[in-house]
């Protein structure tokens, strides 16, 4: 990556080191570990510092090498997937899903009684759709409310199956998702969901390749993006970050192993079982940033990057996090700029994961921020507002 004078890009150098400090506060008082933080604009990266420690305990500096697992912000990328085979005419994104995966085509509907007491299993009033699947209004789950009969028939049938089953595959995964209610009939409303690992396998039947290799033949590989994949092999074991979390009474805790991480899956989640580096993910942004080209690689079409841009939740619909924001195809998009929880551009397009990984794409600016960290909970702590807004408050031009 290029990196030049902030004043280069627009940015006061005084005002972009604010963000060094206000992470460095952070690790001082061990709210997090370490942070890598980037801000590119116009294709050129105007800042980048790493703040903190890989692993706490030895004191291990974080360095620009490092590897993070980057969750859900996997599903950009299989996003991206996806939309690649609908430009080459492999299917339309209103087709529904169960033409190719005909498990989804026997899907019901739970539906609540009066009272609540008890409930009816109905058939949809349509069937799901790839486009439901990419907005998440599919009607699927994660399995995250405890108090949800859904999601706990996503625990018990899903992570609980991916934990004890070292045979399963990313078909049988898809049957099991399947074979459980959806939440509400397709296209009428947003929720969170494994909507994105059934995308996974779309693009596995749909291309006759294996997910994990179709991802790295036709992006990482083009990309350059040689570090990222569904585990770190064992060359690159030392690179992965600890994850942490808090501990009781005060300070930070390793809340997990690096044995998942470490060991090839059964089963690569597109929605969330990415191991990525800042470097490489940069790379990916830059890439949609430029509309779908990175220094001469074509992965996308300009008009399929700016539609994937568009809120395509339907009307009156937003994030129930966010009400500034709707969804478009793989990431969140902002809809209501005075009303968002930080400063930003009407457009911009991004997501996170669940140890606090986090990107956004400005067009307007063109202007691309991350961090890359590891902590757990995720966006408990509202430290990506203040670090968007910092981002911000150090344009000059």
């Given at each position: 990556?290029?990196?030049?004078?902030?004043?280069?890009?627009?940015?006061?150098?005084?005002?972009?080191?604010?963000?060094?400090?206000?992470?460095?506060?952070?690790?001082?008082?061990?709210?997090?570990?370490?942070?890598?933080?980037?801000?590119?604009?116009?294709?050129?990266?105007?800042?980048?510092?790493?703040?903190?420690?890989?692993?706490?305990?030895?004191?291990?500096?974080?360095?620009?090498?490092?590897?993070?697992?980057?969750?859900?912000?996997?599903?950009?990328?299989?996003?991206?997937?996806?939309?690649?085979?609908?430009?080459?005419?492999?299917?339309?994104?209103?087709?529904?899903?169960?033409?190719?995966?005909?498990?989804?085509?026997?899907?019901?509907?739970?539906?609540?009684?009066?009272?609540?007491?008890?409930?009816?299993?109905?058939?949809?009033?349509?069937?799901?759709?790839?486009?439901?699947?990419?907005?998440?209004?599919?009607?699927?789950?994660?399995?995250?409310?405890?108090?949800?009969?859904?999601?706990?028939?996503?625990?018990?049938?899903?992570?609980?199956?991916?934990?004890?089953?070292?045979?399963?595959?990313?078909?049988?995964?898809?049957?099991?998702?399947?074979?459980?209610?959806?939440?509400f009939h397709p296209g009428t409303s947003y929720r969170y969901s494994t909507a994105i690992d059934v995308l996974g396998y779309l693009v596995e039947v749909v291309s006759g390749k294996p997910f994990d290799v179709f991802l790295r033949e036709r992006i990482f590989e083009p990309l350059g993006m040689n570090?990222?994949?569904?585990?770190?092999?064992?060359?690159?074991?030392?690179?992965?970050?600890?994850?942490?979390?808090?501990?009781?009474?005060?300070?930070?805790?390793?809340?997990?192993?690096?044995?998942?991480?470490?060991?090839?899956?059964?089963?690569?989640?597109?929605?969330?079982?990415?191991?990525?580096?800042?470097?490489?993910?940069?790379?990916?942004?830059?890439?949609?940033?430029?509309?779908?080209?990175?220094?001469?690689?074509?992965?996308?079409?300009?008009?399929?990057?700016?539609?994937?841009?568009?809120?395509?939740?339907?009307?009156?619909?937003?994030?129930?996090?966010?009400?500034?924001?709707?969804?478009?195809?793989?990431?969140?998009?902002?809809?209501?700029?005075?009303?968002?929880?930080?400063?930003?551009?009407?457009?911009?397009?991004?997501?996170?994961?669940?140890?606090?990984?986090?990107?956004?794409?400005?067009?307007?600016?063109?202007?691309?921020?991350?961090?890359?960290?590891?902590?757990?909970?995720?966006?408990?702590?509202?430290?990506?507002?203040?670090?968007?807004?910092?981002?911000?408050?150090?344009?000059?031009?």
């Amino acid at each position: 990556m290029e990196r030049i004078p902030p004043e280069q890009a627009g940015f006061s150098s005084v005002r972009l080191q604010r963000i060094t400090s206000f992470f460095q506060s952070l690790v001082d008082r061990q709210v997090i570990a370490g942070v890598d933080a980037l801000v590119a604009r116009r294709g050129r990266v105007a800042y980048r510092q790493c703040v903190g420690f890989a692993d706490l305990e030895s004191a291990k500096p974080l360095a620009e090498d490092a590897l993070y697992r980057i969750y859900s912000m996997s599903k950009p990328i299989t996003s991206v997937a996806v939309m690649m085979l609908f430009e080459e005419g492999a299917f339309h994104l209103f087709d529904p899903v169960a033409r190719y995966i005909p498990a989804l085509g026997e899907v019901k509907v739970y539906q609540p009684r009066s009272g609540g007491a008890d409930f009816d299993l109905v058939p949809p009033k349509r069937p799901i759709t790839i486009h439901d699947l990419l907005t998440h209004t599919a009607g699927l789950s994660y399995g995250f409310d405890e108090h949800s009969y859904i999601d706990d028939l996503y625990r018990k049938m899903v992570w609980q199956r991916l934990e004890k089953d070292p045979e399963i595959t990313l078909g049988t995964l898809v049957e099991e998702i399947a074979k459980i209610p959806l939440a509400f009939h397709p296209g009428t409303s947003y929720r969170y969901s494994t909507a994105i690992d059934v995308l996974g396998y779309l693009v596995e039947v749909v291309s006759g390749k294996p997910f994990d290799v179709f991802l790295r033949e036709r992006i990482f590989e083009p990309l350059g993006m040689n570090d990222t994949d569904f585990w770190a092999p064992p060359e690159k074991a030392a690179r992965l970050a600890n994850l942490y979390g808090p501990a009781e009474g005060g300070g930070l805790k390793v809340i997990q192993t690096m044995e998942n991480f470490l060991r090839k899956p059964s089963v690569p989640s597109g929605g969330g079982g990415l191991v990525s580096s800042t470097a490489d993910y940069f790379r990916f942004a830059q890439m949609m940033l430029n509309r779908g080209e990175w220094q001469g690689v074509r992965l996308l079409g300009r008009r399929t990057v700016e539609w994937m841009w568009m809120n395509h939740l339907p009307e009156g619909l937003r994030l129930p996090d966010d009400p500034a924001c709707g969804f478009g195809l793989g990431g969140s998009v902002v809809v209501d700029a005075a009303r968002h929880w930080h400063m930003c551009s009407p457009g911009n397009w991004g997501w996170g994961g669940a140890a606090n990984t986090w990107f956004f794409l400005d067009p307007s600016e063109d202007l691309l921020a991350m961090i890359m960290l590891q902590y757990m909970p995720g966006f408990t702590i509202p430290f990506h507002h203040t670090f968007a807004n910092l981002v911000y408050q150090a344009l000059n031009d």
